[in-house]
């Protein structure tokens, strides 16, 4: 019961991996490309929110890796976001032109290349 | 019982120089929220109240005149008569997210004022991001009009929300080049008071994103962020207007909503108690940019010529305007009553006015006395600019012709946008001038 | 200042953002599913408060739910979905996903049981670092010219956010 009441940063991990658990399930199972798309949003933000969980860990560490200054995994988190809005901005381009082409919005259908 | 009591004081007795937010104290910034919340809610109304009056007059006409003495009674008439309403849903419409819209404009409204800093202690909180959450908080209403607009299942809310959502967010990257433009300069050094976060003897001072802090580099630096570096940060302020009367909706950017043109827009198939949720955000939100703007560029809570006019008997004559400015109030309150008609059916409107007069005489006469001038002198001096901020809003409304959406989008990207880019830049460069100009005679050397 | 009751607040969060994640890859309604992932991003930049992360808070709000899900909202109301949510929404494979999702999650179970046994549960810190200073911290990291390591990594993002759009506005014109 205390191991539950006191947080440490393992909570932080074991959430964070079942926001990954989720978004997996979410592009492996879901046919409509945005909601597959919002599931690849959920994989990225458990992976933010390793690396911030970790670098409050190693804020509180001694020696030459931690100590106040150790803010790296939230600077990595911020180019994640930077990436993710990039990644969701060309994905959705692309949805749009594929839409275009075939109105519809099923993964199982973007199957022009199959033999 | 005592612990509490000791909880509540501690806040009080030594003169603490954080928020309670920041103390960590429960009690008062439970307080301050509904002290904040209420004073947001009675802000809306009046506003609600001067803009019929304002616009009436500017265009030679009396608004109204007849609920109350003057038409003071009307917001409260308006208030009863949008709750008495019918609620009415189209069919086909998705319920739930017709039903949630307006919340998350309302939240994404009010959320923005927990930072907002009314006195160097009077804020909610004061976090070490206060800018960025205000800005990010306020572009979370673009996500309610867009769901406003797609849940009404309509062609015109549909277009009107589209249209106020991209007008929004075309907005909000003017808005946030001329915010940088101001944290930039908060990095100067200033007189060496040492005030909250800014190093001044340390020669790599950083800035600061936190509202208060923004405020304080403004008292170090002496000079209020709109006249820095002259005609710069006049021309910040001037792209932060525009851009803030463009993201809240409002005259001359209205297209999206305004009644001539598209039925009302996002919010044509709310009626009633959510028309007046839609309502009551919008005018949170003027409120909240304007505090935005009061405190980036026109020294938030610091009184008119610190410098120029500092001093003990200067600062006292300062202390009393806000007295001196409820009993103007008051003294246009009885003059009205003298010119009421003597007419037996109007003695009813003529005891209110009268009472209302005396009211705000009283306010003004409590305020005299010097603990409450003390107290109440940085939260008026920023009231008294958000003030004048929502007059000129009024004042856009009754004067200028609408803008077309092409129009609008052209000003937004093609105007706005390269004006606060080369703004950054050359504000930077003025900031770094000595280091440049080192840099640059380096290099002249050299060859 | 002494974080006030931290495990409650935390399976408060933690709670929404399950939730949350579970509506997102079961909604019919795209639109639902982008409400659901609003409400999961904004419990997550509260988590971030949580964790003495403010400038990672306060960029999630702006660019994640006040930037992306924007652009994920037009981008469904642009296509017709309803017809979308009439069909069948779960593909023929589901089965196997959720197998080898398992099989992920099993790995991490794995994992976190077997590396931490024995050892302390990777504990807090031991002093409350206050996050007074975060944003001058993290653009010191950014941006100082001694001390800054990722000045080159900010200007090659820089250089992505260019790409992609430039990509996003030749991939959604009708005649190129």
Not at chain 2, 104 to 124: E, Q
Not at chain 3, 24 to 39: C, E, F, Y
Request: glycine residues 10%; neutral net charge; aromatic residues 12%.
């Amino acid at each position: 019961m205390d191991a539950l009441l006191h947080i440490t940063t393992l909570h932080y991990l074991v959430l964070g991996a079942a926001l990954f658990l989720l978004g997996v399930i979410g592009v492996l199972t879901r046919r409509n490309v945005v909601i597959v798309l919002m599931s690849i949003e959920l994989i990225l933000n458990a992976v933010n929110l390793n690396l911030v969980a970790f670098s409050r860990y190693w804020q509180g560490m001694p020696g030459h890796l931690g100590g106040p200054g150790a803010l790296h995994g939230q600077v990595f988190a911020i180019f994640v976001i930077t990436d993710a809005a990039a990644e969701a901005a060309v994905g959705l381009g692309i949805l749009i032109a594929f839409f275009r082409n075939k109105e519809t919005v099923n993964v199982d259908e973007v199957n022009l290349l199959k033999w | 019982m005592h612990e509490l009591i000791d909880y509540i004081q501690s806040y009080l007795d030594p003169r603490v120089t954080t928020t309670p937010g920041a103390a960590g104290n429960i009690f008062w910034a439970t307080v301050y929220i509904l002290l904040v919340f209420g004073g947001l809610s009675v802000a809306v109304i009046a506003m609600n109240w001067l803009e019929r009056k304002i616009l009436a007059h500017m265009q030679v006409r009396l608004g109204p005149m007849r609920v109350g003495p003057h038409g003071l009674l009307q917001p409260i008439a308006d208030a009863i008569k949008l709750l008495l309403k019918e609620d009415i849903i189209p069919a086909e419409a998705d319920a739930f997210i017709f039903w949630i819209a307006p919340f998350m404009v309302v939240l994404a409204a009010f959320t923005v004022f927990v930072v907002v800093p009314f006195g160097p202690t009077h804020a909610i909180t004061d976090m070490n991001i206060g800018i960025l959450f205000m800005l990010g908080v306020s572009s979370l209403s673009v996500l309610g009009i867009v769901m406003a607009g797609w849940a009404s299942n309509s062609h015109y809310p549909l277009i009107g929300a589209l249209r106020s959502s991209a007008q929004m967010v075309s907005y909000e990257v003017a808005m946030g080049l001329a915010v940088l433009s101001v944290i930039l300069l908060t990095s100067l050094q200033g007189s060496g008071l040492g005030l909250y976060g800014i190093g001044a003897t340390n020669p790599q001072a950083y800035g600061t994103l936190s509202m208060i802090g923004i405020v304080q580099a403004q008292q170090e630096q002496g000079v209020w962020f709109i006249f820095k570096f002259f005609p710069l940060g006049l021309v910040g302020f001037f792209i932060f207007a525009i851009a803030m009367v463009a993201e809240t909706n409002r005259a001359p950017f209205d297209l999206p909503e305004a009644e001539s043109e598209l039925t009302a827009g996002f919010h044509t198939e709310y009626s009633g108690f959510r028309w007046s949720l839609f309502f009551l955000a919008e005018y949170s939100a003027m409120i909240a940019v304007s505090s935005i703007a009061v405190t980036l560029w026109l020294g938030g809570w610091l009184r008119p010529f610190p410098n120029a006019l500092s001093g003990p008997t200067w600062d006292l004559v300062f202390s009393l305007i806000p007295g001196i400015s409820f009993l103007l109030l008051a003294a246009m309150c009885f003059y009205n009553v003298a010119r009421m008609p003597k007419h037996p059916l109007f003695k009813i409107q003529t005891m209110g006015l009268a009472g209302f007069g005396a009211v705000l005489g009283l306010i003004g006469l409590v305020m005299f006395i010097p603990a409450v001038r003390d107290r109440v002198n940085d939260v008026f001096w920023f009231a008294a600019k958000v003030a004048g901020f929502m007059y000129l809003y009024i004042w856009y409304r009754g004067t200028f012709p609408r803008y077309r959406f092409d129009q609008l989008m052209k000003v937004g990207w093609k105007i706005l946008l390269p004006m606060g880019l080369a703004l950054l830049i050359l504000t930077a460069a003025m900031g770094m001038r000595t280091e440049l100009w080192a840099q640059f005679q380096e290099v002249v050397h050299g060859l | 200042m002494n974080p006030v009751a931290t495990p409650f607040f935390f399976y408060l969060l933690a709670g929404t953002m399950i939730i949350g994640g579970i509506l997102v890859i079961t909604r019919k309604n795209a639109v639902h599913s982008a409400l659901a992932l609003i409400t999961t991003l904004l419990a997550q930049a509260a988590l971030y408060l949580m964790l003495y992360a403010p400038f990672v808070a306060g960029v999630q709000i702006i660019l994640y739910a006040g930037g992306i899900m924007v652009l994920f909202l037009f981008v469904i109301m642009l296509i017709s979905i309803e017809r979308a949510a009439k069909e069948r929404q779960f593909n023929k494979q589901w089965l196997v996903g959720i197998v080898a999702a398992a099989a992920l999650g099993g790995l991490f179970i794995t994992i976190y049981t077997t590396t931490t046994k024995g050892k302390e549960l990777f504990p807090e810190g031991r002093m409350t670092y206050g996050e007074s200073q975060n944003t001058q911290q993290i653009a010191a990291l950014l941006f100082d010219r001694g001390a800054g390591q990722y000045m080159f990594a900010f200007e090659i993002a820089s250089l992505l956010l260019l790409v992609a759009i430039i990509g996003a506005v030749v991939m959604a014109k009708k005649r190129i």
